[in-house]
């Protein structure tokens, strides 16, 4: 079975300072692994993905996550967070080839002044 | 492309009163899902419909039925709307993932609010 573990609900950062948000999974099998971001009352957005190619993922507005096999974690990071970073962010898991999609619980990004 | 597309965007019902959520994706994917969002539990899986002509039971499907119209649309039913299905609701559309460049990622609609009151 399946599972994501955001081990922060609520992340509070100042504008121009580093964000990292935490993500350990679970995974019978070889995972993908994605993070989405959701701005209030709207849609999920792809912000990058994992899918056993390099370990180190880049993906939109400057968020990149590292695959870290041995510690089962997939932490997305910001070197210099922005007032528009301020969203709803999931983390989530796949098996390869698979149709289940599992999400974690979301992680709350606040971006202060 | 307009991607994934849901209507309506709001509704409120009476407890007891059904109505179906539309879904539609462009993106000629073999599958599509609906979810549900409640605060603090992140999106939990309904229904999904892995190719047209199957559809099977996802985390939370008592008090749903869905319907795999063509590849195009899959439409989420609430027969006798309860105050639990109070949520906003989902659709989303994915390619499985191959050898291939498709990633198997889910492509998300923008929300439908539902408030049974």
Redesign the interface.
Known sequence: AQS?TQLD?HVSVSEGTPVLLRCNYSSSYSP?L?W?VQHP??????LL?Y?SAATLVKGINGFEAEFKKSETSFHLTKPSAHMSDAAEY?C?V?H??????V????TRLSVLP | NAG?TQTPKFQVLKTGQSMTLQCAQDMNHN?M?W?RQDP??????IY?S?SEGTTDKGEVPNGYNVSRLNKREFSLRLESAAPSQTSVY?CAS?E???SGSN?????????SRLTVL
Do not use: C, D, H, I
């Open positions: 994501v609900s993908s994605f989405y009352n709207k849609g999920l957005q792809l993905k899918t999931f989530v796949s390869n080839y698979g149709q289940n999609f999400f974690g619980p979301g | 994934v599958s899902y979810y603090g539990m992140g999106l939990r899986l999904y892995a989902f994915s499985l993932r191959t990633t198997g990622e889910l492509f998300f609609g923008e929300g």
